[in-house]
């Protein structure tokens, strides 16, 4: 959890907001995404920050300083539970 903490501040701290995505990827998995990869985590971006709009405490739960990126916490989480995250071949 406090990976994808870091992890989500650093990609909003480092990356412009339209290349996020991409940069996510290479920090957790070196490499690009795949289009269909962006579309579902951007998908997941915009159903998170609605939800977390509409739950300011639980947003707030997942990255005090910054709520309003707080989605990101939770790409940051899928990404760094991938099985190509955790398994090296």
Known sequence: YEAAQAMALRV???AEPGKRIDYAFELALGRSPAA???QRLQRLLDEQS???AA????AA????LRPKDAAWVVA???LLN???FITRE
């Open 36 to 38: 269909r990869e962006r």
């Open 55 to 58: 739950h300011e405490r639980q």
């Open 82 to 84: 991938l099985d190509e």
């Open 12 to 14: 909003i701290d480092e």
């Open 76 to 78: 940051s989480r899928v």
């Open 50 to 52: 609605t939800l977390l």
């Open 61 to 64: 739960s997942l990255l005090p």
